[in-house]
């Protein structure tokens, strides 16, 4: 007989689920395309703008001679300031019957980016990013909520494919940028700006700004829901930490890595490239292969393959070092999508407030590791300091045994089950 977790009671012998919320099966099971693709559009969008400060930093270390702390710090103000006030952004989110954050979201991030170059002073720069963040922390808990809602009984699939926009446009943006600021210099970020604001305009007016309201159950409310899932939400809030951390730090550093290596900024863009565009396969799979396997099993597998790849990245140069890199991009990336449908599935009623936990306060409290990671690279070195960023592989391996073994707790019919009322649970 197994042990009934925290989440369940004992009845007459029989373990049946206590207070968390039932996941509502969608009243339309198919995917809604046009929808799922126009937020797809939007997350691509915005990320693709949002990633131009880690190919940028080497010239922006030598245009105001900043240590590699201050450099951090930048990196810093950005992660934080789109990831930290998600939740709000995901409280109004789910109490509005708009996707207003959809639209308004991506347009200030392309502003906030494009006009980074042209800023005159460290000062003026950190404002630009604040901004850029705030636009993205709009976005994101209602984007991944639209997703959610268009995906059907296909979460973990439309879901992947959300993720997998940003991560392409993540990835995507830092090459493109980095080939217009190697011809017309840092203050040409503008020009690679002003199509996202014509996409902006386009956007604004193709996704449906009206929405029906999420249905809750009779007197829950935001503190009971919470309550209810705070124990499952906190181990996947804390592997979600852990795991950005290890490619927040890649991410941004990997530039800086490679520029040290003797690469152009145009390497250090195709490098980024590598890790987060082809990762985004990861992405993908990783999302379509949850709804089979298990999403429990898509984390774990994600930290077992990612680590040792980006291990072999560190120690190696060349070919091989590239080829690693896109296979560590990938394997890590193989739960990007996962967490965020686990997250939906024990707060299905609020999942624009899910996913600003796992999209949110996660990479935010990651993003404030960056600062440090500058620090420990300014003291032992950027290669060592990547190399112990990998360690955190292991307590996130060991967090993740704890988590849902199922993505969705089932109502109880009755005190005894009977064959009509058990419910089919995906594995793991």
């Given at each position: ?22 996941f ?6 198919a ?20 990633a131009?400060l ?11 001679n ?8 930048l ?6 300031s ?13 109490r ?5 954050f ?6 200030l ?8 170059g ?22 994101h808990?209602q984007?991944?909520?639209t997703?959610?809602e268009a ?9 992947s ?12 943006g830092?090459l493109?940028v ?6 017309r ?35 829950n409310?935001?503190t ?34 490679l520029?040290?290596r ?44 990612g ?5 072999g990245f560190?120690?190696t140069?060349?070919a ?30 609020r ?5 600003s ?6 990479w ?22 990547l ?15 704890f988590l ?7 109502p109880?019919?009755?005190?005894r089950?009977?064959q ?9």
């Open positions: 007989m197994s042990r009934p977790d925290q989440d369940s009671v004992l009845s007459d012998g029989v373990e049946t689920p206590r207070r968390v919320p039932a509502p099966r969608s009243r339309d099971s995917i809604d395309r046009r929808l799922l693709l126009t937020a797809t559009a939007a997350h691509f969008l915005n990320d693709f703008h949002v131009f880690a190919p940028l930093l080497p010239l922006v270390v030598v245009k105001f900043l240590s590699l702390a201050l450099a951090g710090l990196a810093t103000v950005l992660t934080t789109a990831a930290l006030s998600q939740p709000v952004f995901g409280i109004v989110a789910d509005l019957r708009r996707r207003i959809v639209m308004l979201g991506p347009a991030t392309v502003l906030a980016m494009g006009l980074m042209l800023a005159p002073t460290y000062a003026l720069l950190l404002a630009l990013l604040l901004v850029a963040g705030t636009g993205t922390a709009s976005f808990p984007g991944a909520s997703a959610g995906s059907g009984d296909r979460r973990g699939t439309g879901l494919l959300f993720v997998a926009g940003g991560e392409l446009g993540y990835s995507l830092p493109i980095a080939l217009v600021v190697a011809v210099g840092l203050e040409a970020t503008w020009l690679v700006a002003l199509p996202g604001l014509g996409a902006c305009v386009l956007l604004w007016r193709s996704i449906p700004i009206r929405r029906d309201p999420p249905r809750r159950p009779e007197g409310t935001l009971s829901d919470l309550a209810a899932t705070f124990g499952p939400l906190a181990v996947l809030w804390l592997v979600v930490v852990l795991r950005t951390i290890v490619i927040s730090g890649y991410q941004t550093f990997l530039p800086l890595l520029h040290q003797g690469g152009s900024i145009v390497a250090g863009g195709a490098a980024v490239f590598l890790f987060g565009g082809i990762g985004a396969i990861g992405g993908v799979v990783g999302g379509m292969l949850s709804d089979r396997v298990g999403r429990r099993r898509m984390v774990a597998l994600s930290l077992v393959l680590t040792p790849l980006l291990l560190i120690h140069q060349g091989w070092a590239y080829a690693l890199l896109a296979g560590g991009g990938v394997a890590l990336y193989l739960s990007a999508a996962v967490t965020i449908v686990m997250a939906q599935e024990l707060l299905p009623h999942a624009s407030v899910a996913s936990i796992v999209m949110g306060l996660a935010g409290t990651a993003g404030l590791s960056l600062t440090g990671i500058g620090a420990l690279a300014d003291a032992i070195g950027l290669e060592r300091a190399r112990l960023l990998l360690l955190l592989a292991v307590p996130a391996l060991a967090a993740a045994q849902p073994a199922h993505g969705r707790t089932e109880a019919q009755s005190t089950p009977t009509s009322t058990q419910a089919t649970q995906s594995p793991d």
